[in-house]
Structure formats: structure tokens, C-alpha cells
């Protein structure tokens, strides 16, 4: 196999095609602080691409509770396994990739789900870790019994299992934008894509027979708009944009700022050697950091320890990237914080939005004479 170089797990690893990177990256940081798993971004997603036929079980986007829940069922554990042992020394991964476990005559190493393992796509939804007793009803950071919601999509990767898998050549990774595509007319539906992606976000139809997965809204990204999922989250915790390699990183691009400036965004199992350019801001509040460390790799605790530092306004520029994220549809390519405001431009540089670091209070009186009437309940 031809060697690729990926930064994510600090060395060189085996992939089945020579590394050619796209002109720019798209990509997202999803901050798991905020979510509330309030469904807005599957509904938003579900409704616009995969409400046909044959694309009942379909969800693109889901958002998971961990550590229980799993869309399919234990896609996580599964994969891991297969992976075997994973070791870190340092940023660099010494165990395997899914390429270099990949058994004789496979490009990687997978497993193909049952139908029935996507009939469970609410599964450990708000389960704690532990069983809650009455001895663990206080309140500390971190917590001893928790959760976290994890939203998840097609992470659009660099280096992606299901492109180099495919039998027909029917997935791409467009060289613009780095948005993964597969090609239904070159499909002949042998699920290896389905099988081999870890993530399990390419899914069969079974009344067309090919495989459908996400597309990252690539119509309105070419229109500078950010795709359905992140544009409509409620929680506000998608910044959506472009990813640079850390030695190209610009400080002033909000998620570069954050994947390699702040270094408070991390991708999710980079074990993998996918390169995966959907990113996460680890919870804040959760007890095992080795479980946050298996699912983000090994640079969690400074991640955290940045992010409360914004928390407690200790860095304004990472706190002011943090508000921008959907307070427009617009897609904002470079930011800047100054006073007391986070300021968005778009790719020509025009400003797309402005918002304040902090929300001014206003305090009226009770009692308003023009209108003589309260502004409150006094009976």
C-alpha cells in the first residue's frame, strides 16, 4: 500500500491510494457543552434528503447519548475490537489503522450491520454511566455519574474507508471542497462501502439496490450557506467552515482557531487513520477522561482546560469564535474579536454578523406610566 501522511495520529500509515489533498477542506466543530440533543439537526436532515422510500431507517445525522447510546447498534465497540489493541505515545498512535488491521485481500477492516441494528437509534438515550443512588446526588466537577450528547455525521474524511473500498470507484472526494460523494449511477449496491465505513454513515437503500450517504448540503455550500444540520441547531454548537493542515493553519479562520489554534476541537476516534474533519469540543463535565481520551484521542485534557478558560473569560477571542457559531447561515471564513464584540466575515470579506461577548440586561420598571399598566403580576 502506498504510505499517506496523517497529522491527526502524528505518522505516516498505509492507505490503498496515494494522498492527494483537496484545494480547501470543509469541515465542522461540534461542541458536545452545548447540545441538548433536541433532534433539530436529524429532523432538519431527515426531512430534506432521506424521506423517500427505502430510506425509512436512514439518518444521516443522529445525535447519540454516550456512553451507552449507538446508531447502529454498537458500531463504536464493534469497530474498536476489530481494531485491537490501541496505543498512544505522546500525539503519535502506535497501534493500527483500519488499513494496517485490514485481513488479507480487504482494504480495511469492517463488519456489515444487521437491518435490526438500526431499529434502535434512541438506544442508552439519557442513561447515566452508573446507576444513580442517593450516595451520588451532589454536585462536583467532574461528575461521577454522567452523560453527553454526540451528534454525528459523515465526517467527509481525508483519508475515507468507504472511497477506498469500493469495488466500482463510485465514492469521490471532491477536489474544491474535500465533500465526500458517491456516484448512484456507478453503484452496483455491494455494501462494501457500508461495511468498511466505521462510522456507519453510508447506508443501502433497499428499493433503489445503491447506497446513499450524506452530502453535506453541497448546493448551498457552494453558495456560501452552511448545510441544513448546522444552520438549524437550536443549541448553537456547529461552527462550519474550512480546515486547514496545521502548517497552513490562519489564526483568523474560526475552525482552524479552534482545531489547531486553541486546539479545543478534536476529532472523534482518530485511531481510525481517517483523517475526519468533523470535530469536537470534549464535555467539560465527564469523570473518565479515559473514555474522552478513546473517543477524541489524547489531546482531551487540554482541550477542556481551554475551554473553561473561555468559560470563565479568560480568552476572549476563543469565547467570541465560540458565539459566532450559527448566528448566521452565512459561512464565516474569517472572525475577529474587538471591543467587546465577535465579528464574522464571509469569503470576500464583507461582514456577515456581529454579536456581543456579552448579552446586555435590560431592567424596566414595574410600573409603566405612559401605558399605565404593569409590566408584572400584582394580583
Same mark, same amino acid.
Given at each position: 500500500m502506498p504510505k499517506v501522511y496523517n497529522w491527526q495520529i502524528g505518522r505516516e500509515m498505509?492507505?490503498?491510494?496515494?494522498?492527494?489533498?483537496?484545494?480547501?477542506?470543509?469541515?465542522?466543530?461540534?461542541?458536545?457543552?452545548?447540545?441538548?440533543?433536541?433532534?433539530?439537526?436529524?429532523?432538519?436532515?431527515?426531512?430534506?434528503?432521506?424521506?423517500?422510500?427505502?430510506?425509512?431507517?436512514?439518518?444521516?445525522?443522529?445525535?447519540?447519548?454516550?456512553?451507552?447510546?449507538?446508531?447502529? !447498534?454498537?458500531?463504536?465497540?464493534?469497530?474498536?475490537?476489530?481494531?485491537?489493541?490501541?496505543?498512544?505515545?505522546?500525539?503519535?498512535?502506535?497501534? +493500527?489503522?483500519?488499513?494496517?488491521?485490514?485481513?488479507?485481500?480487504?482494504?480495511?477492516?469492517?463488519? !456489515?450491520?444487521e437491518d435490526l441494528d438500526y431499529a434502535y437509534p434512541n438506544r442508552g438515550e439519557d442513561e447515566t454511566n452508573v446507576p444513580m443512588t442517593e450516595e451520588r446526588f451532589y454536585l462536583r466537577l467532574p461528575h461521577d455519574a454522567w452523560f453527553f450528547y454526540l451528534p454525528r455525521i459523515c465526517n467527509h474524511c481525508t483519508y475515507p474507508a468507504c472511497l477506498a473500498s469500493c469495488p466500482r470507484t463510485a465514492i469521490y472526494k471532491r477536489p474544491e471542497d474535500g465533500i465526500v460523494l458517491l456516484d448512484q449511477q456507478r453503484c452496483r449496491g455491494y455494501r462494501e462501502c457500508v461495511k468498511n465505513c466505521p462510522f456507519k454513515k453510508v447506508f443501502y437503500n433497499h428499493t433503489t439496490r445503491v447506497s446513499e450517504k450524506c452530502v453535506l448540503c453541497f448546493p448551498a455550500v457552494e453558495r456560501g450557506i452552511q448545510p441544513r444540520c448546522m444552520r438549524n441547531c437550536i443549541?448553537?454548537?456547529?461552527?462550519?467552515?474550512?480546515?486547514?493542515?496545521?502548517?497552513?493553519?490562519?489564526?483568523?479562520?474560526?475552525?482552524?482557531?479552534?482545531?489547531?489554534?486553541?486546539?479545543?476541537?478534536?476529532?472523534? !476516534?482518530?485511531?481510525?487513520?481517517?483523517?475526519?474533519?468533523?470535530?469536537?469540543?470534549?464535555?467539560?463535565?465527564?469523570?473518565?477522561?479515559?473514555?474522552?481520551?478513546?473517543?477524541?484521542?489524547?489531546?482531551?485534557?487540554?482541550?477542556?482546560?481551554?475551554?473553561? +478558560?473561555?468559560? $470563565?473569560g479568560k480568552d476572549e477571542e476563543l469565547l467570541g469564535v465560540l458565539l459566532l457559531a450559527v448566528s448566521t447561515d452565512r459561512i464565516v471564513h474569517r472572525f475577529?474579536?474587538? +471591543?467587546?464584540?465577535?465579528?464574522?466575515?464571509?469569503?470576500?470579506?464583507? $461582514?456577515?454578523? +456581529?454579536?456581543? !461577548?456579552?448579552?446586555?440586561?435590560?431592567?424596566?420598571?414595574?410600573?409603566?406610566?405612559?401605558?399605565?399598566?404593569?409590566?408584572?403580576n400584582v394580583t
Open positions: 498505509d492507505y490503498p491510494f496515494e494522498g492527494r489533498r483537496p484545494q480547501r477542506q470543509a469541515a465542522a466543530v461540534f461542541d458536545t457543552n452545548k447540545c441538548i440533543a433536541c433532534q433539530t439537526c436529524t429532523m432538519a436532515c431527515k426531512t430534506t434528503w432521506t424521506s423517500g422510500k427505502g430510506q425509512e431507517y436512514m439518518f444521516w445525522n443522529n445525535v447519540e447519548t454516550k456512553p451507552w447510546g449507538s446508531y447502529p !447498534l454498537a458500531w463504536d465497540v464493534r469497530v474498536l475490537e476489530m481494531l485491537g489493541p490501541q496505543a498512544w505515545e505522546g500525539n503519535v498512535y502506535r497501534g +493500527r489503522t483500519l488499513f494496517e488491521a485490514a485481513p488479507g485481500g480487504e482494504r480495511a477492516v469492517g463488519y !456489515l450491520p443549541g448553537k454548537i456547529r461552527t462550519f467552515g474550512f480546515v486547514s493542515t496545521p502548517d497552513r493553519a490562519r489564526a483568523d479562520n474560526p475552525v482552524d482557531f479552534l482545531v489547531h489554534v486553541r486546539k479545543v476541537a478534536l476529532p472523534l !476516534l482518530p485511531q481510525l487513520g481517517l483523517e475526519a474533519n468533523i470535530y469536537y469540543i470534549p464535555p467539560v463535565h465527564v469523570g473518565n477522561l479515559r473514555f474522552l481520551q478513546m473517543l477524541f484521542g489524547p489531546g482531551v485534557e487540554g482541550a477542556i482546560a481551554a475551554y473553561r +478558560r473561555a468559560m $470563565e475577529q474579536v474587538r +471591543r467587546g464584540h465577535a465579528y464574522g466575515y464571509d469569503e470576500r470579506g464583507e $461582514e456577515v454578523v +456581529r454579536v456581543p !461577548l456579552q448579552e446586555p440586561t435590560m431592567v424596566r420598571p414595574a410600573y409603566d406610566p405612559q401605558h399605565r399598566a404593569y409590566r408584572y
